[in-house]
């Protein structure tokens, strides 16, 4: 099974990474809206690094998951 047949296979079956790849997609949305700013202020980019730190901690969460998917086949 490819990587995305598994992806669309959890986001119907497994609420965990339904959620988390729901969340994980609206931060890129804020993040590329924050990136379409000319200049951040301080406290800004502080923000875009908080929100890309959590996206990414969501993004190693969805692959934990896949894993855990794939070896339990």
């Given amino acids: 099974m ?3 047949e598994v992806i669309e296979l ?9 959620k988390i790849a729901e969340e994980h997609k609206e931060l890129d949305v804020v993040l590329s809206e924050m ?3 000319v200049y951040l ?3 800004e ?4 690094k908080k929100l890309q730190k959590l996206k990414l901690n969501k993004k190693d969460r969805m692959a934990e998951i ?5 070896k339990g086949r």
């Avoid at 980019?45 to 875009?48: A, F, S």
């Avoid at 896949?66 to 794939?70: A, L, P, Q, S, V």
């Fill in 10 to 18: 959890l986001k119907k079956e497994n609420e965990e990474f339904r």
């Fill in 45 to 48: 980019e502080v923000e875009r």
């Fill in 41 to 43: 202020t301080t406290e």
């Fill in 35 to 37: 990136d379409r700013k």
């Fill in 66 to 70: 896949i894993r855990e998917y794939k």
């Fill in 2 to 4: 490819k990587e995305e």
